[in-house]
Every structure is written in structure tokens, then in C-alpha cells.
């Protein structure tokens, strides 16, 4: 399994960004998928959920709800997660992951992860 972030960037609040998660080494079709974030001196929190089809289960946490999108891209095996209305709180550390409770910040694999910092 091969999890490869991408998209992260400095941005100042109120801005969007999109991050990419490139997967490779497994049936990323018939896999649900999630994000998760960790603040520096902050666990692990979990961001996002998107079930295998793309368009079944979907869910977000509270502290995103609205302002964030996932998606799935199943023939390019590539997620998504189009941030929109970044907050100074938003800064983190961002991983796809595979695996775990669809609405918890658990998982059997994770990528290396790409650095959003939301900043004036």
C-alpha cells in the first residue's frame, strides 16, 4: 500500500486549497477512504470520510462541515479534499488513510502527509 499526499501550502484565512492522495497497491476502488489531520503538540484528528463508491457515505467532522469537500476519483485512484474558507486552525499536517472506524482517527495505513499552514 502506497499512500502519497500532495496539494499542501501556505495560504493566508479565508483561502482554499486542494489536496491530492495519490494510492497505489491495492484495490483503491472497492476501498473506503479518509482524511485526518495532526496539529503540531495536537493528536491525531480525524477530518473526513468517503466510502468506496464516492457517493455513498460521506462524512465530515463538525469543525469542517461546510467548508470542506472529499471526493474520489476511483480510475485515476486518486482522493481528493477541496478546502474552502481556511481558518488560522486548520494548520496541520494532513494524511489520506486506509482503514480503521469510518468516523475516527484510526486507520491501517497512512501516507507521509502534506503541510497546510493557514496564515496572514
Known amino acids: 500500500v502506497q499512500l502519497v499526499e500532495s496539494g499542501g501550502g501556505l495560504v493566508q484565512p479565508g483561502g482554499s486549497l486542494r489536496l491530492f492522495c495519490a494510492a497505489s497497491g491495492f484495490s483503491f476502488r472497492t476501498h473506503d477512504m479518509k482524511w485526518v489531520r495532526q496539529a503540531p503538540g495536537k493528536g491525531l484528528e480525524w477530518v473526513s470520510f468517503?466510502?468506496?463508491?464516492?457517493?455513498?457515505?460521506?462524512y465530515y467532522a463538525d469543525s469542517v462541515k461546510g467548508r470542506f469537500t472529499i471526493s474520489r476519483d476511483n480510475a485515476n485512484n486518486t482522493l481528493y479534499l477541496q478546502m474552502n474558507g481556511l481558518l488560522p486552525e486548520d494548520s496541520a499536517m494532513y494524511y489520506c488513510?486506509?482503514?480503521?472506524?469510518?468516523?475516527?482517527?484510526?486507520?491501517?495505513?497512512r501516507g507521509q502527509g502534506t503541510q497546510v499552514t493557514v496564515s496572514s
Open positions: 488513510a486506509l482503514g480503521g472506524d469510518p468516523s475516527a482517527p484510526t486507520y491501517n495505513y
Open positions: 468517503i466510502d468506496y463508491t464516492g457517493y455513498g457515505r460521506i
